[in-house]
């Protein structure tokens, strides 16, 4: 039987750690700041959203909601991240995403200074990831490897194998993988003999979005295997990538649904921002 990695706990340890870094920003006189930027009625978004906005609340940090009607087009999107970046008491920008298919993602990515681009989706940002010479990282795979440190998963040497190459979760996944050392295997949509390949893994990491599609026979005796997946499964209850109840039994260590990747993210993205007030303070 696997040991199942609590995500919550470890983000209620996190996001304890960035209460205390807030507190004392806030004894100089800084306080910290997020603008979050909701366009449209997407529910999904929304609970996202919302739970962004009471982790800040938990740890000190304001949040800022910008809810924007679905039919706002790309240059008022463009013109409120202008007027967010101009604003000296706002540290960090986030735009909820995916955006109304009518909006271009890369330009308002792109438009987000990359001193308050506290997702880390900017190219710029995105290239600091690539060198390891970063300010902020990719929160979803941040906190991933905040989960492996913490379960004492040393990935140095290790087969990692990761499944999905979006820009926010697999690639800046696979990247933190091999600068830690691992032997990296990215997969994606087009990998033949998936199977074999996600076998051969010490570490698989699973960003897919497809209800339970890792199953049993996909992964080795022993590996630990982490699911970023957030999906509705037949039934509309939550579910991973991996299905769960076959893996589990076999896997060394795994990451529930809920409770595992989601808590994480939002925390590193908390501790991104602190970051994010720390730099413009020149501190
Ligand atoms: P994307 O849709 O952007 O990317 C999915 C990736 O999976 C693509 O690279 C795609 O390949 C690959 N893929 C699709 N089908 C297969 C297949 N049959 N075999 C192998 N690879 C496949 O998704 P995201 O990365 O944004 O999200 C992935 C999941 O993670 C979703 O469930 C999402 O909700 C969740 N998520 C969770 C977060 C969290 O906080 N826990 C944060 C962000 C996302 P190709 O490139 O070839 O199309």
């Known amino acids: 039987m696997a040991k199942l990695i609590d995500g919550k706990k470890l983000s209620e340890e996190i996001l304890s750690s960035v209460a205390v870094d807030v507190k004392k920003l806030n004894e100089k006189g800084i306080s ?14 929304r609970t996202y959203v919302n739970n962004k906005k009471r982790a800040c609340e938990k740890v000190g940090i304001l949040s800022h909601e910008f ?29 909820q995403l995916p955006l109304p298919k009518h909006l271009d993602e890369e330009p308002v990515i792109e438009t987000i200074l990359t001193q308050k681009d506290v997702d880390a989706f900017h190219p710029s940002n995105v290239g600091h990831i690539m060198i390891g010479d970063f300010k902020f990282l990719a929160c979803t795979p941040a906190g991933i490897m905040e989960m492996l440190k913490s379960e004492g998963i040393d990935v140095c040497g290790k087969h990692c194998v990761v499944v999905g190459r979006s820009n926010i979760v697999g690639k800046p996944m696979a990247m933190l993988l091999l600068k830690a050392n691992g032997t990296v295997t990215i997969c994606h949509s087009k990998t033949k003999n998936l199977q074999e390949i996600t076998k051969q893994a010490d570490i698989l990491v699973v960003a897919v979005g497809k209800p339970k599609m890792i199953k049993g026979n996909m992964v080795k005796q022993g590996a630990v295997v982490i699911d970023a997946g957030i999906n ?8 991973g990538d991996v299905d769960f109840a076959q893996v589990e039994p076999k896997a060394s260590k795994i990451t529930p649904v809920p409770g595992g990747v989601g808590p994480t993210t939002i925390a590193m993205l908390l501790r991104n921002t602190v970051t994010a007030a720390i730099i413009q303070n020149n501190l």
């Open 32 to 45: 910290v700041s997020l603008a979050v930027i909701i366009v449209g009625d997407n529910p999904a978004s």
């Open 232 to 239: 509705r499964d037949e039934n509309n209850r939550l579910c």
């Open 67 to 95: 809810a924007l009607p679905e039919d706002t087009t790309q240059q008022e999107l463009m013109r409120l991240i202008d007027e967010l970046n101009a604003r000296s008491d706002i540290n960090g920008i986030l735009c």
